[in-house]
T-cell receptor, first 115, second 114 residues
Framework: EPEVTQTPSHQVTQMGQEVILRCVPI?????FYWYRQILGQKVEFLVS????????KSEIFDDQFSVERPDGSNFTLKIRSTKLEDSAMYFC?????????????FGDGTRLSIL | GDSVTQMEGPVTLSEEAFLTINCTYT??????LFWYVQYPGEGLQLLLK?????DKGSNKGFEATYRKETTSFHLEKGSVQVSDSAVYFC?????????????FGQGTRLTINP
């Protein structure tokens, strides 16, 4: 069964550095998402992406964050000037379309640790 | 805004016990409802879904019924196994709002003892 792939599984970065989290969505999916889960807290929506542009973003997704689909397979989340509070598990997801009967498929996540 | 509330965990049961994990929601529109499961070291996997009132989602012996009158989507299983130990997340997706973002509950950690 096709799956969403995320790399790396664990990223350790010094505070103030930039980090790029990578995702390969399922190949025939059109909608892409990033979520994060701070330890002990809820999974939170960050951003959705369709047709090479952001379709919706949350309040969390400020100018520090950006997303890109640099080629036909990868979907990346860039965090600039990382802060301690960016430490979290980041999940990528994809879905075939935006209909509510098309569930999102999640990757295994990247654990980001900011030192 | 939309929100999902799950019963507090952790929940510990013996094998073959009956499981209920409560989930209630608030939404401005007509949401679809989901249960996701996260096994240790893995990502979120869709367990079951229901897209309209009175729908029952089911998978792997788990069931949940979309109750609009009580705004609930409780997860049940008649006889749990050790392999069901995981974190369970209730979530909604509101059809009226723009992109289909998921709103999650806080998760309930379930441990099944042999």
């Amino acid at each position: 069964e096709p799956e969403v792939t995320q790399t790396p599984s664990h990223q350790v970065t010094q505070m103030g550095q930039e980090v790029i989290l990578r995702c390969v969505p399922i190949s025939n999916h059109l909608y892409f998402y990033w979520y994060r889960q701070i330890l002990g807290q809820k999974v939170e929506f960050l951003v959705s992406f369709y047709n090479n542009e952001i379709s919706e973003k949350s309040e969390i997704f400020d100018d520090q964050f950006s997303v890109e689909r640099p080629d036909g397979s990868n979907f990346t989340l860039k965090i600039r000037s990382t802060k301690l509070e960016d430490s979290a598990m980041y999940f990528c997801a994809s879905s075939p379309d935006r209909g509510s009967n098309q569930p999102q498929h999640f990757g295994d996540g990247t654990r980001l640790s900011i030192l | 805004g939309d929100s999902v509330t799950q019963m507090e965990g952790p929940v510990t049961l013996s094998e073959e016990a009956f499981l209920t994990i409560n989930c209630t929601y608030t939404a401005t529109g007509y949401p679809s409802l989901f249960w996701y499961v996260q096994y240790p070291g893995e990502g979120l996997q869709l367990l079951l879904k229901a897209t309209k009132a009175d729908d029952k989602g089911s998978n792997k012996g788990f069931e949940a019924t979309y109750r609009k009158e009580t705004t609930s989507f409780h997860l049940e299983k008649g006889s749990v196994q050790v392999s069901d130990s995981a974190v369970y997340f209730c979530a909604l997706s509101d059809k009226i709002q723009g992109a289909q973002k998921l709103v999650f509950g806080q998760g309930t950690r379930l441990t099944i003892n042999p």
